[in-house]
């Protein structure tokens, strides 16, 4: 019987080391408590369609127009100012005359509001581009003036050299007058060189040509009109 009673528990303890269901620390649940998803409500007047995060942000960087807008509803901007009912996308594409103007999206939509669009004439718009055109080009044509001193310091004529290769890089057309200013000494010959060579160094860095022979006299009074090489 003793020999009965010890081959039990032999088998009672196998059991309880391989057959019992294993247990885990109470940290280790914590790692995947599930977290409830709220689903969005869809819109009763139009639907948007998901788009990933990158196209969205391409959408912003450039005009969103006619067929493009991602709503099957829009808002219409009207003549004074004010905002129409919203009407299907379709509907609104056939509104006008789309060989003479288009519809742009002008104002992104949310789950409870269609995007807002404007009808733009393409003849107006080329008219804008080619103002805004003229006016940049106006801007680029203008000559900017630096005017150096021929016995300037060296903090004075770092900055103005990097002042006159700012403006050739962006195209500008620079005149360099060096001149004396008056009640000031008269430069020494080390001061003049210096300062011209500085100035024609400067602008072969950068690539620049003079627009016109130099006017004037080293020492005294000097004109350079130069411009960045096409």
Not at 1 to 11: A, C, D, E, P, V
Not at 17 to 42: D, E, K, S
Request: overall charge positive; some cysteine; aromatic content about 4%.
């Amino acid at each position: 019987m003793k020999h009965i009673r010890g081959l039990i528990s032999t088998t009672q303890a196998l059991r309880h080391t391989f057959l019992a269901p294993p247990t885990f620390p109470q940290t280790q649940f914590l790692r995947y408590t599930l977290i409830p998803v709220i689903a969005q409500p869809q819109s009763r007047f139009y639907s948007i369609r998901r788009r990933p995060a990158n196209a969205q942000l391409l959408a912003r960087s450039k005009q969103v127009k006619d067929e493009d807008i991602r709503s099957q509803h829009v808002q219409i901007v009207n003549e004074e100012g004010g905002l129409d009912s919203p009407m299907r996308l379709r509907d609104a594409l056939n509104s006008f005359d789309r060989s003479e103007n288009f519809l742009l999206q002008v104002s992104p939509g949310s789950i409870d509001r269609p995007p807002v669009c404007k009808i733009v004439s393409r003849v107006a718009l080329r008219e804008q581009e080619r103002a805004k055109a003229k006016v940049t080009h106006a801007a680029k044509t203008a000559v900017k003036q630096i005017e150096l001193n021929w016995a300037i310091d060296a903090h004075d004529l770092a900055h103005r050299l990097k002042q006159l290769t700012t403006f050739l890089e962006k195209g500008r057309k620079v005149e360099i007058i060096l001149t004396r200013k008056k009640g000031k000494r008269p430069p020494n010959v080390e001061e003049v060189k210096h300062l011209m060579d500085s100035v024609m160094q400067t602008t072969k860095e950068a690539d620049a040509v003079q627009m016109r022979p130099m006017e004037g006299e080293p020492g005294k009074h000097v004109i350079l009109v130069v411009k960045k090489r096409d």
